[in-house]
């Protein structure tokens, strides 16, 4: 009886959200939508739960948006796993989370954004093993930014692109080639969690013209009103942006 009235809410609940999406889709939606996700070991030390469980709940939290993503005909997600500072926490944390980020039954393709020097062996195979199992996969592309930061990212497109061309001839399409984000087009929307308005080295190139959203609740707390609220936002601006667009 309990399974039976619990599968019956849950029809219920993709119903009520299919119709919704389909009045979002009445406006423009965003292609690109890019993630910092704060708050995990607070929202584990909150419901006094062990270690790693906060990286659980937000593997949970990062599925469930993937889901909406999917449903919303959202092609890109790229979340900031941790960056190259972070590498200097205990090595077990690093493993741990990238346990909970190497995934792929789910149907989607995933990309590492990241500083190859700073992964060890293990850990670099790994993830070219889910990026090319993965690489047939197109309805949703999730990069996963680890090791990651933006000023590096630019020091490393300029470099690139100085051993192509003279320096005198190089222009901002050399550069913005040579970025690690170029695979993807740039975000539309960049959600941080616990109201954090900063970008702390994250996509500091490809932003300039992005919504920013930046909910109170911690990362594992983050649901669908979140992000419809997020996306109503981005309809509301979008024409401004897209005419800042055009004047670059």
């Known amino acids: 009886?309990?399974?039976?009235?619990?599968?019956?809410?849950?029809?219920?609940?993709k119903l009520s959200r299919r119709?919704?999406?389909?009045?979002?889709?009445?406006?423009?939606?965003?292609?690109?939508?890019?993630?910092?996700?704060?708050?995990?070991?607070?929202?584990?030390?909150?419901?006094?739960?062990?270690?790693?469980s906060g990286h659980k709940a937000e593997f949970s939290a990062l599925?469930?948006?993937?889901?909406?993503?999917?449903?919303?005909d959202i092609t890109y997600v790229t979340i900031y796993a941790f960056s190259i500072d972070k590498f200097r926490r205990k090595p077990e944390e690093v493993q741990s989370l990238m346990d909970l980020i190497i995934v792929h039954e789910?149907?989607?393709?995933?990309?590492?954004?990241?500083?190859?020097?700073?992964l060890n062996d293990q850990v670099r195979a790994t993830a070219e093993e889910v990026m090319k199992a993965t690489a047939e996969?197109?309805?949703?592309?999730?990069?996963?930014?680890?090791?990651?930061?933006?000023?590096?990212?630019?020091?490393?497109?300029?470099?690139?692109?100085?051993?192509?061309?003279?320096?005198?001839?190089?222009?901002?399409?050399d550069i913005e080639e040579n970025m690690q984000m170029s695979v993807a087009p740039e975000p539309d929307i960049l959600i941080r969690s616990l109201g954090e308005?900063?970008?702390?080295?994250?996509?500091?190139?490809?932003?300039?013209?992005?919504?920013l959203f930046?909910?109170?609740?911690?990362?594992?707390?983050?649901?669908?009103?979140?992000?419809?609220?997020?996306?109503?936002?981005?309809?509301?601006s979008h024409s401004y942006l897209e005419k800042k667009k055009k004047q670059l």
Not at 63 to 70: A, P, S, V
Not at 106 to 118: A, R, S
Not at 160 to 171: A, L, P, W
Not at 197 to 211: M, P, V, Y
């Open 63 to 72: 599925m469930t948006m993937l889901q909406y993503c999917y449903e919303l």
């Open 19 to 52: 119709c919704l999406f389909r009045v979002l889709s009445m406006g423009p939606l965003p292609i690109h939508l890019a993630f910092i996700m704060d708050g995990n070991r607070r929202y584990a030390k909150k419901r006094s739960l062990e270690d790693g």
């Open 137 to 173: 996969n197109s309805r949703v592309v999730l990069l996963v930014c680890v090791a990651y930061n933006s000023t590096d990212e630019i020091v490393q497109a300029v470099k690139r692109s100085c051993t192509s061309k003279d320096v005198e001839r190089i222009q901002l399409v």
């Open 1 to 13: 009886m309990a399974g039976g009235v619990s599968q019956l809410l849950e029809q219920i609940h």
């Open 214 to 236: 930046s909910p109170g609740a911690l990362w594992p707390e983050i649901g669908l009103r979140h992000l419809i609220w997020a996306i109503l936002n981005f309809q509301r």
């Open 197 to 211: 308005t900063r970008l702390s080295n994250f996509l500091l190139w490809q932003t300039g013209n992005c919504q």
């Open 106 to 118: 789910y149907g989607i393709q995933v990309y590492f954004i990241h500083n190859l020097g700073l």
